[in-house]
């Protein structure tokens, strides 16, 4: 079907992402609607219908690719590094197109979750498909026959500084929060910008610029949909409860006035060197539920804490992911811990295991301390078990994995 009038994601997955960032290009270059229009409702049935939680998309193996709609399972998720990869290409040039925040949010999604997955952090064992639910029996490889996901992650990982900033005739744009500096010209102006931030360990970010002369223009920060009553872009998901936030923006230590545009605060004035604007993104733990028609997520709860998404791991639970389940009253408590030699914020909680009575006639219900790890850093330390998705519900336990 010609691109322009295609309305459904459809077939392999990688080769969709790669045929619509091209159709963006064209329609930047051309300036054609059909294509935009076409890739816009294409993106709804993406994000609607056919998405994981982490931002990674095609859930079948036999096609690589799409089946039906709300068709993702979790334990055999294709989800190919290439894929999500490729959603970081797309999604950027819809932001472009567009100036809406939300293709970035998806891409950050794509990005810290479905891509950074394929890669272990020792950086040299790879992902092909990356499941959201393991009973121990996935590793990373160290290459494959067909070796598109190694050269894949590795380049997009080279051009992560090509995701952060953006800028327009009269606008600087921080799309994403990553400590880094760079050197924007608007008109004639040379702007050196940087950015200092432990994000997403925390949510301080701080936005340097030095701009030669005196200048005025627009700063476009984007506030991710997270940080509002949106888990993710779309409607696949959504948090337990409501959730409000409110971010405060400064400049050089004051508190200033913004105005809020396709999802970016935009303060404009006049900008001189050594200004530094500040905010703090809030980076509580919330809890994620899917829409019913997800049946494999249903009566089950996803953590996320800022852009991340975590999953249980047998390796800080006493060998077993599957053997729990999490009240929703769940309290969280917040540490910092390294896994191997990466630096992450854990969430521990104490979830309710069952364990045989003396007589072996019944099960009878025990408090497991339970801790969370960010998900694209699981299957570093060994084969192991691990769920994003979490049971509420005792019928989904698994004591014998
Ligand atoms: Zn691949």
């Not at 619509?20 to 993406?46: H, I, R, S």
Request: net charge neutral; proline share 4%; glycine share 8%.
């Amino acid at each position: 079907m010609p691109v322009k009038d295609q309305k459904e994601i459809t077939g392999h997955a990688v080769r969709a992402m790669y045929l619509y960032t091209g159709a963006a290009d064209v329609a930047v270059n051309n300036g054609d609607t059909g294509y935009m229009n076409a890739m816009k409702t294409v993106w709804e049935d993406v994000i609607h219908r056919n998405m994981y939680i982490t931002g990674g998309i095609g859930s079948s193996g036999s096609n690589e690719g799409f089946s039906q709609d709300f068709d993702l399972p979790n334990e055999n998720a294709y989800c190919e590094t290439c894929a999500s990869v490729g959603m970081v290409f797309w999604n950027q040039r819809m932001n472009a197109l567009t100036g809406e925040s939300k293709y970035i949010d998806i891409l950050e999604r794509s990005l810290y979750n479905g891509a950074l997955d394929g890669l272990s952090l020792s950086g040299d064992r790879f992902f092909y498909g990356n499941p959201l639910a393991s009973i121990g029996r996935h590793a990373r490889r160290e290459w494959f026959g067909t070796a598109c996901c190694p050269s894949n992650i590795a380049r997009l990982v080279a051009s992560l500084g090509d995701y952060i900033y953006g800028k327009s005739e009269n606008g600087i744009w921080v799309n994403l929060f990553v400590g880094s500096s760079t050197n924007i010209k608007l008109g004639n102006t040379e702007i050196p910008t940087s950015i200092e931030t432990n994000y997403p360990l925390d949510g301080k970010v701080k936005i340097s610029m030095n701009p030669a002369n005196k200048t005025k223009y627009a700063l476009h920060i984007r506030i991710p949909s997270w940080t509002t009553n949106e888990p993710v872009a779309g409607n696949l998901y959504r948090y337990l409860t409501d959730y409000q936030s409110n971010i405060t923006f400064t400049v050089n230590g004051k508190k200033v006035d913004y105005k809020t545009d396709k999802g970016y605060a935009i303060i404009e004035r006049e900008w001189t060197a050594g200004d530094v604007v500040s905010f703090t993104l809030p980076m509580d733990v919330r809890k994620v539920v899917a829409r019913e028609e997800l049946k494999q997520n249903n009566e089950r709860v996803a953590l996320q804490r800022g852009p991340l998404v975590y999953c249980v791991e047998g390796v800080d639970n006493d060998g077993k992911a599957w053997d729990f389940i999490l009240p929703d009253n769940a309290k969280f408590t917040e540490t910092n811990q390294q896994v191997l030699t990466e630096p992450v914020v854990a969430i521990q909680t104490d979830a309710t295991t069952f364990k045989p009575t003396t007589d072996g006639q019944a099960l009878k219900p025990e408090k497991k301390r339970i801790t969370a790890v960010p998900y694209y850093v699981w299957c570093n330390r060994g084969n192991t078990q691990m769920q994003v998705w979490l049971p509420r519900k005792v019928k989904d336990v698994m004591l014998n994995y």
